[in-house]
């Protein structure tokens, strides 16, 4: 199972590559690594688990955040009507988005960075993305809230950009001007 050691931090070269495509259909390693992303995230928002492993809650995880520089990531996320997006996809691509853009008002945290950044990240409001699951199905889903923030955060690792690359050094809590603040 993956652990906070297996999670590499800011500095570390990996967080900043472009990772590469996943060969289709996956092998069972990717398979294996795929579903060890799921898996840490729901273990995350385990109480019991959490606690027993040292495991940082979270919401994603792609996979260059344990060192392989390969197009996958988790999202284990409910919504505000309590609505469940649990995905592990290989290749994810945002295939169109909204005009309307959004951000947390709390602002965006990450299990590669062991520090408080202040600021609003600005993000499209909706998105729909395409990728493959585990069995090399290809889906395509619509994303809005916050199960679309999360998307857009894990889909910017694999392209080597962090949440606060987004964020308005001069003003980073000033609200974002015409962007949906989401609580
Ligand atoms: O480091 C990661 O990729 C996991 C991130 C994902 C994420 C950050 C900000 C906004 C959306 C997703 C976080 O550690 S998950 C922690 C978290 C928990 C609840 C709400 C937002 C972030
Ligand atoms: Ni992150």
Same mark, same amino acid.
């Given at each position: 199972?993956?652990?906070?050691?297996? &999670? $590499?931090?800011?500095?570390?070269? %990996?967080?900043?590559?472009?990772?590469? /495509?996943?060969? +289709?259909?996956?092998?069972?390693?990717?398979?294996?690594?795929?579903?060890?992303?799921?898996?840490?995230?729901?273990?995350?928002?385990?109480?019991?688990?959490?606690k027993?492993?040292?495991l940082?809650?979270?919401?994603?995880?792609?996979?260059?955040?344990?060192?392989?520089?390969?197009?996958?990531?988790?999202?284990?996320?409910?919504?505000?009507?309590?609505?469940?997006?649990?995905?592990?996809?290989?290749?994810?691509? &945002? $295939?169109?988005?909204?005009?309307? %853009?959004?951000?947390?008002?709390?602002? /965006?945290?990450? +299990?590669?960075?062991?520090r408080?950044?202040?600021?609003?990240?600005?993000?499209?409001?909706?998105i729909?993305?395409?990728?493959?699951n585990?069995?090399?199905?290809?889906?395509?889903?619509?994303?809005r809230?916050?199960?679309?923030?999360?998307?857009?955060?894990?889909?910017?690792?694999?392209?080597?950009?962090?949440?606060?690359d987004?964020?308005?050094?001069?003003?980073?809590?000033?609200?974002?001007?015409?962007?949906?603040? $989401?609580?």
């Amino acid at each position: 199972m993956i652990t906070m050691d297996d &999670i $590499i931090r800011e500095g570390h070269p %990996t967080l900043r590559e472009v990772a590469k /495509e996943v060969s +289709l259909p996956p092998t069972e390693e990717d398979k294996k690594i795929l579903n060890s992303l799921l898996d840490y995230v729901k273990n995350s928002q385990d109480p019991d688990t959490s606690k027993k492993y040292g495991l940082r809650p979270g919401i994603g995880l792609a996979a260059p955040q344990i060192n392989v520089s390969k197009r996958m990531l988790a999202v284990h996320v409910k919504d505000n009507k309590g609505k469940l997006y649990s995905y592990a996809l290989f290749n994810p691509k &945002i $295939i169109s988005h909204s005009v309307e %853009t959004a951000y947390l008002t709390s602002g /965006e945290g990450c +299990l590669s960075v062991d520090r408080a950044v202040p600021g609003y990240v600005p993000r499209f409001s909706r998105i729909t993305v395409k990728g493959w699951n585990v069995d090399g199905e290809e889906i395509k889903i619509r994303l809005r809230g916050i199960a679309s923030i999360a998307f857009q955060h894990e889909i910017d690792h694999l392209n080597g950009i962090m949440f606060y690359d987004h964020i308005d050094q001069e003003n980073p809590l000033q609200p974002i001007e015409g962007a949906v603040p $989401i609580d």
